[in-house]
């Protein structure tokens, strides 16, 4: 149980171009998914966090008129990058956990998008 | 930021028990400790979770110091399917905690 699904898996978009990404949470609801991106060798960073029927929530230094993000349902939420740039060029992670649960259990990560932007 | 210090590497022989030290001198009485891993271009997959107790379960074995300021994950019979970034987190109960990850430690896993 506790299947996130994530899609595209990887994408090819021109410069200026918007792409929007898909996270599904298949067995459960989620009334809380996480946004992550993560540059070659380096660590994954939070960028927002998607809330079911409200704004989602952005860590600081992260543009929100640039990584919209779109929680309608309980099982999806979505992260469009707006007016792509070459240096949006990243792997995209979203993550969930059943909000049935307490936090004693772990969250389930997408498989990521890797985005590349010409 | 992270509240958590890892070693950046670590190697370990196919069949010999890997173990994996984190320190989270800082950790609160509300917070458990995580442990994921990421393998090479895929997201981070869980593996065991902790708050005072040790834990184990079919991937791992998590021993957790009585004062709680370290542990150690414990793959007990690596394999090289196994080489991969570990890393520890510490996040406090709740559905929408989120998780801030640090840089991990890079397991390999030689044959």
């Known amino acids: 149980g506790a299947v996130v699904s994530q899609h595209p898996s990887w994408v090819i978009c021109k410069s200026g171009t918007s792409v929007k990404i898909e996270c599904r949470s298949l067995d459960f609801q989620a009334t809380t998914m996480f946004w992550y991106r993560q540059f070659p060798k380096q660590s994954l960073m939070l960028m927002a966090t998607s809330n079911e029927g409200s704004k989602a929530t952005y860590e600081q230094g992260v543009e929100k008129d640039k990584f919209l993000i779109n929680h309608a349902s309980l099982t999806l939420s979505t992260l469009t990058v707006t007016s792509a740039h070459p240096e949006d060029s990243s792997f995209y992670i979203c993550?969930?956990?059943?909000?049935?649960?307490?936090?004693?259990?772990?969250?389930?990560f997408g498989s990521g998008t890797r985005l590349t932007v010409v | 930021d992270a509240k958590t210090t890892q070693p950046p590497s670590m190697d370990c022989a196919e069949g010999r028990a890997a173990n994996l030290p984190c320190n989270h001198s800082t950790i609160s009485g509300n917070e458990y400790v995580y442990w994921y891993r990421q393998i090479h271009s895929q997201g981070p997959q869980y593996i065991i979770h902790?708050?005072?107790n040790n834990e184990t379960n079919e991937m791992a074995s998590l021993i957790i110091t009585e004062d709680r300021k370290s542990s150690t994950l414990i793959l007990p019979h690596a394999t090289l399917r196994d080489t991969a970034v570990y890393y520890c987190?510490?996040?406090?109960?709740?559905?929408?905690?989120?998780?801030?990850f640090g840089k991990g430690t890079k397991l390999t896993v030689n044959p």
């Open positions: 987190i510490v996040r406090a109960q709740g559905g929408s905690e989120k998780l801030v």
């Open positions: 993550s969930a956990s059943p909000s049935t649960r307490g936090g004693g259990y772990g969250y389930t």
């Open positions: 902790g708050l005072k």
